[in-house]
């Protein structure tokens, strides 16, 4: 009997552990599908109607909303494809360097190794604002303002990235493989290339995912280095419409952020099978 009562009261706590659980993970859920709905809801409604307050059911004025934005002078089409072009641009070169730079750093001995990784810690460390003022200057030296390619060109030597991947690199990598590799006469690179990198698409795939998501929402270097008003990223277009003196058109703000998200939840949706695997296979090491 005594036996049955403890066997009943543990089962009980386990029932309310796991309760407790639910409502958690319900809880963070709500606190991260509320602010997106809200927004696709509000790109539905218009100013008098935003004005008015909150509502989580969408209304009828998603076309007038649109129309709006589009008698503002605003080519959203244009800002798309500007902020698409930079963001895989951004992406591929960003993952490709960082896991070349990191696999040199694992797999190699030189003079300088623990200093350059110190380093990379350092950098990671260090928020990109704090140097916004020198890099403006380096950009304007080698005049490259006013132009993608100062968006671009700095991921090359991304420290976040290069930290990343070493961390998976470590974690992965098998040295025997690459000695087979050398005697059966393939070059360095080539191994990098064809064997390492094949092996590595999981976390490449994790990595692309936060490096696309970073360069689709990045208004403040963009802000700073790009003044043509054609080559406006989505974000700065989005941003333009808060400088209306008269009146501010929420609904047009709204159905031009909710443009905005899309990509990312496409990007999301495709490659997040990814993120488990290479956030899992990054974390242990054999």
Do not use: C
């Not at 409604?45 to 934005?69: A, C, D, K, V």
């Not at 916004?132 to 990235?161: C, E, H, K, R, V």
């Not at 990509?263 to 899992?280: D, Q």
């Amino acid at each position: 009997m005594m036996i049955r009562t403890s066997a009943e009261t543990s089962k009980t706590g386990l029932y309310i552990s796991r309760g407790l659980i639910y409502a958690l993970l319900i809880f963070l859920l709500l606190i991260t599908i509320v602010p997106i709905w809200m927004l696709i809801v509000n790109a539905t409604r218009s100013t008098f109607e935003i004005q008015q307050g909150i509502s989580f059911w969408p209304s009828t004025h998603l076309i007038e909303n649109y129309r709006l934005l589009g008698s503002k002078g605003i080519n959203i089409f244009k800002g798309f494809s500007n902020s698409m072009f930079v963001s895989i641009t951004t992406t591929l070169i960003t993952v490709y360097f960082s896991f070349l730079t990191a696999y040199a750093l694992v797999v190699y001995e030189f003079k300088g190794k623990k200093f350059f990784n110190n380093f990379v810690i350092v950098l990671v460390l260090i928020p990109t604002q704090l140097s916004i003022i020198g890099f403006y200057q380096y950009m304007s030296t080698l005049g490259l303002t006013d132009n993608y390619a100062s968006l671009i060109l700095p991921t090359i030597a991304n420290a976040g990235g290069v930290f990343f991947a070493k961390q998976y690199f470590e974690s992965m990598l098998i040295q025997d493989l690459i000695d087979a590799a050398r005697i059966d006469g393939a070059s360095e690179i080539g191994i990098f290339h064809r064997i390492m990198m094949p092996l590595a698409i999981p976390g490449a795939a994790t990595f692309g995912i936060f490096a696309f998501v970073f360069a689709w929402n990045n208004f403040f270097n963009a802000f700073i280095l790009i003044s043509s008003f054609d080559k406006y990223t989505l974000p700065m277009l989005v941003q333009t419409l808060r400088g209306d003196v008269y009146r501010t058109e929420y609904g047009a703000i709204y159905i031009g952020l909710a443009i905005t998200i899309v990509p990312i939840l496409i990007v999301y949706a495709l490659f997040s099978r990814y993120i488990v695997s290479g956030i899992a296979m990054g974390a242990v090491r054999e």
